[in-house]
């Protein structure tokens, strides 16, 4: 790794953030500067930066989490190594979409796991919808993160920060079987719940993107809505709390909103207007 990127992320390490955070700030770099090869990058200006983000993402039809992502990988490694700040006004973030996100009902999901071979690949849609899970806390997971006893996890997700989730009977015994198998495994790479699928990589857990790409088969497989990621299981589990009448203080502490704001969302998901309806006789032709 260069100097200037070994800099930002002992910074980023300082500051707290995840690998995750960390991977995809350096992805965003390395991006960049290849992108510029042979040009005096430290000179650029706001516009510099605009005409990149344009031409490499937002006329690709980039989603403007991943531009505002970008953007903000590229200021940071502009304010580390030439301490230079560029004008919020000259160089803003997209607008993020207000639309509510997709979510799939409790039998379709109860469908994808029973219709699932792989007994690893169960236990991370249990994980996901059971506990409303990140794709990168279910990589983390490591075996003594959980309480059988009182049915808890401890999870260690965005910025470093624990929490404690639930999870049901049908996880519980999903863990149980799958502990039993893969035990040794289990053990041998220092207690992560599902190591790395790669032999030469010891004491390390799964990559994020081997999750990934297994609910991309899912989703192909099953025709589901092209926006949906393995993100739609943790929506899926909020908006079923809510419906169960979950309280939705609980449910923020339980998927680890640093704002209610973030959380009321699920409200307006969840909310079922059938029983404002006139009862209709389905029997009548």
């Not at 639309?99 to 169960?122: A, C, E, G, Q």
């Not at 409303?132 to 059988?148: C, Q, T």
């Not at 973030?262 to 307006?268: A, G, Q, R, V």
């Amino acid at each position: 790794m260069t100097e200037d990127l070994s800099k930002l992320v002992n910074l980023l390490k300082f500051r707290g953030c995840s690998d995750y955070t960390i991977g995809n700030y350096v992805s965003s770099i390395n991006r960049f500067k290849n992108y510029y090869e042979g040009k005096d990058i430290e000179n650029f200006n706001e516009d510099d930066i605009v005409d990149y983000l344009i031409n490499n993402f937002i006329n690709l039809g980039k989603k403007p989490a991943t531009v505002n992502m970008n953007r903000a990988a590229i200021k940071y490694y502009y304010i580390v190594n030439f301490g230079k700040e560029f004008n919020d006004k000259l160089l803003p973030g997209c607008k993020l979409d207000k639309r509510y996100p997709k979510v799939l009902s409790n039998d379709d999901i109860m469908f994808l796991i029973n219709n699932t071979k792989n007994l690893k690949h169960k236990v991370w849609l249990c994980l996901g919808y059971g506990s409303g899970l990140r794709v990168s806390e279910i990589a983390l997971l490591k075996i003594s993160d959980f309480s059988y006893r009182n049915k808890k996890i401890r999870v260690i997700g965005k910025g470093n920060k624990e929490r404690f989730t639930v999870f049901p009977d049908y996880t519980h015994e999903m863990l149980l079987e799958y502990y039993g198998k893969y035990k040794n495994k289990i053990i041998a790479s220092g207690g992560y719940l599902f190591p790395s699928v790669r032999s030469d990589f010891d004491n390390e857990h799964i990559s994020i993107q081997v999750i990934k790409y297994f609910f991309a088969g899912i989703k192909k497989k099953y025709n589901l809505d092209s926006t949906m990621t393995f993100h739609t299981l943790r929506h899926s589990f909020a908006t079923e709390f809510i419906k169960n009448g979950g309280d939705i203080w609980e449910l923020k502490n339980l998927l680890g909103h640093s704002s209610i704001g973030y959380t009321m969302i699920y409200i307006h998901m969840a909310n079922n207007f059938n029983n404002l309806c006139s009862p209709i006789d389905r029997n009548r032709k």
